[in-house]
């Protein structure tokens, strides 16, 4: 983690320093969050849309911050500390976090998509810390917040840094890579999520390669190359010659190509078109892994590590949670993928979900946020298209669920479909099933949190119900 003096800090951000001045204190790493600071910490306070981060300042001190940043325009700051004094905490986060990337020498991959970019963060640091001391974004730290702070948090021997970037808005990519300078750059995949701030799929898709801009020379640039508007948006863009290009997928054009594929419940098993690697196993599921697999192989060759030291990382890697968790509880099995919602990861969740044997599978799908007009419409297709899944029973969850509920009415064979408002409702319903041998796939937005439905099934079978 960053360790600096607190008069360099406010140096490096041409900040005035008041309060409690000790030119000699060191800061030791930032926090956002004045419930998880930590003893010399920098606090940040960020002034959000519903809590201002100001208003926590205390609590900092009291958990040992050696320095706060602070908006200009707050008033109170706290006098026991150092108080740094800028226009925006925000910004000044991002131009400390960019002042200390560039004094580290790791090696930075950065990966963004629409699809995939969680998974392939873990399996890519996986593989490489079999070699380096690697670190990567923790949980969903990928906005323009989270990733100043996880760059932040590096330590100063890290030898490569994974970092996830995400995207919700135009020029995010763009500012993140620019930041984070990437020696390898990942695209994993483009799909219609966050279409509601952009005019269209092809939009998405000029900002994600947006990544290429801030790729270093002679860095690579990897991307799925089974996917037409990713090649043609790259294609199409002035994409500086000074990087190379590696491509991934089923297709025997790509740099490196799926020769074979299967899973069961105990992970996946495949082959691709580098011999040396031989037979590839990893402990998590969906064909969709194997590619995810594949971005992450290019990197790690990308920096010569050996086909020994990539098979043992995939056989290794700590997965971020709440993505195709496998739970028991009771005659019960559960599929909890309540990270995010979309077309797409629903048809992974529900190929993964084909994988177990019951009696009774139970399909529950909450709504799908952020598709503007195009909403019903979508959430119909996902109902639809369930017909071509083995389901018994459909619950959803929302209103706009609803519309997944009417497709799967008038396109499947689904014997029973249950409507509910709330996930509390779901619940209540769903606790009859825990002593029939059946099965339940779970999923939803993460603003949903449909995680809660698992956790209170849990409570009941282990008698903790309040």
Known sequence: MIKIKVTEAAEVLNAQ??????????????????????????????????????????DAVKSGAAATLWNKNEPDPPIEIPVILVDDTVKALQDLSYFYRNKLKAKFVGITGSNGKTSTKDI???????????????GNYNTEIGVPYTLLSLDEDCEVAVIEMGMEKAGEIDFLTQLVQPDIGIITSVGLVHIDNFPSIEEIAREKVQIANGIKDDGVFIYFGDDSLIRDTINDSEIKNSIRKQTFGIKESNTLYLKSFSEDLSGITFTVSDERLGELHADMLGKHQALNSMAAILAAEELEMTPEEICLGLLKIDKTGLRNELIKINKCTILNDCYKSNPVSINAALEIFGLIRSQKKIVVLGDMLGYREMSHDMHYKVGKDLASHNIDELVTIGQEAKYMAIGARENTSIKSIAEFDTKEEATEYLKKYLSIDCSILIKGSRFLKLEYIANKLKDLEEGNEN
Do not use: E, W
């Open 17 to 58: 320093c008041i309060g409690s001045i000790d030119s000699d204190k060191y800061i030791c790493g930032v926090s956002i969050d004045s419930r998880k600071v930590c003893r010399d910490n920098l606090f940040v306070p960020i002034k959000g849309m519903t809590s201002d981060g100001h208003s926590y300042a205390k």
């Open 124 to 138: 890519t640091a996986s593989i490489l810390s079999q070699r380096f001391k690697t670190q990567k974004t923790m």
